[in-house]
């Protein structure tokens, strides 16, 4: 039971991070991120142009990959330690729970290169079709749909834009 709470923990700070991590990149004080996270906007995918073919359009430190992983890893130890210490937890759960934080804080920085793919070979699911119209207006309205993996933090604080309240990029 309390491997299955902390995994399920996991998941979700790792995607409230990925909110946070995203919405911080929108915000000028973030410096190099903003910087870069705005020339994945406005240069690379901006609002008519949401796809590439073959291969993902890298803006440095926009990308999920560079940015997100080392908050993954810090949160990831921040949970070992708290679960280890606060629950008694044997070291095992608690690296489990690490595990899962890597493994989602990497599969977010993958799908939300994926969805700028037009021929990414996720796109053959459903899922990830509709996770990729859920993100297009986030392309063109950008203080909406932060979320990349699940969007009920967008619910919560109100910036959720379902995708046929704004026109979508290319397909």
Known sequence: MIAA???????????????GIHWMMHQPWSGPFYHSHMEHHQVHYP???????????SSGLATGWLT????????????????SL?????????????????????????VHDAFHVSDHWLGR????????????????????????????WDRLFRTFKRPDE???GDS
Request: proline share 2%; aromatic share 14%; no cysteine.
């Open 5 to 19: 709470v902390g995994f399920l923990l996991a998941v979700a700070l790792v995607s409230l991070s990925g909110y």
């Open 47 to 57: 609002a008519g142009d949401l796809y590439s073919a073959g291969e993902y359009r």
């Open 68 to 83: 997100f992983t080392p908050f993954v890893v810090l949160i990831g130890l921040g949970i070992l330690a708290i679960l």
């Open 86 to 110: 606060a629950l008694h937890l044997d070291l095992s759960v608690s690296a489990t729970v690490v595990g899962v934080v890597a493994i989602v804080g990497w599969a977010h920085g993958y």
């Open 125 to 152: 699911f459903a899922w990830f079709r509709n996770l990729r119209l859920i993100h297009e207006p986030h392309h063109i309205d950008m203080s909406k749909n932060l979320g990349i993996l699940w969007f009920g």
């Open 166 to 168: 704004h026109e979508t």
